[in-house]
């Protein structure tokens, strides 16, 4: 049986870190908005099949808006890097910082990695790269049809 994965299933994780002698709201905290993140990264059609895993930089003021976003290492695939800072925007706002969290330790740095779940054969994982590729290849040429002509 074939599933059908969308994008958002390829994202596989966020790795940062480890919070060694934070307190538990500061490491809370930090879960939560790496989850955030998680949940508003998009694997880009465009690089379906490959992977990467891009290193992004990001400072919050503390109410959890972004002040600031950058790519600290890329993945080598242009689509997966701009996916990931893309990823930070739509996630924003993010939770406020708790109070006992200094204004240094609002900026992150945080690694996504965009690749194929390991529980999903090579061979599902292509064909559902197919059918996301069939799927934007028709919604563009359904943008071109003329509607009440």
């Not at 390829?10 to 908005?33: T, Y």
């Not at 895993?53 to 790519?71: C, H, N, Q």
Request: aromatic share 6%.
């Amino acid at each position: 049986m074939t599933k059908k994965l969308g994008p958002w299933l390829l994202l596989l994780a966020i790795v940062s870190p480890p919070c060694w002698g934070q307190s538990d709201a500061i490491s809370a905290w930090k879960q939560k908005v790496h989850l955030q993140l998680k949940s508003h990264a998009r694997f880009p059609a465009e690089a379906c099949g490959r992977s990467g895993e891009p290193k992004l930089g990001f400072a919050l003021d503390r109410s959890g808006k972004v002040i600031s976003s950058r790519l600290l290492s890329g993945s080598g695939v242009a689509s997966i890097d701009a996916a990931a800072l893309a990823a930070v925007i739509s996630a924003q706002p993010f939770p406020p910082a708790p109070p006992e969290l200094p204004d240094s330790d609002l900026s992150l740095a945080v690694v996504l990695v965009f690749a194929r779940p390991p529980d999903v054969t090579e061979q599902d994982f292509k064909r559902s790269c197919d059918l996301l590729r069939d799927e934007i290849s028709l919604r563009n040429r359904l943008k071109g049809v003329c509607r009440g002509c």
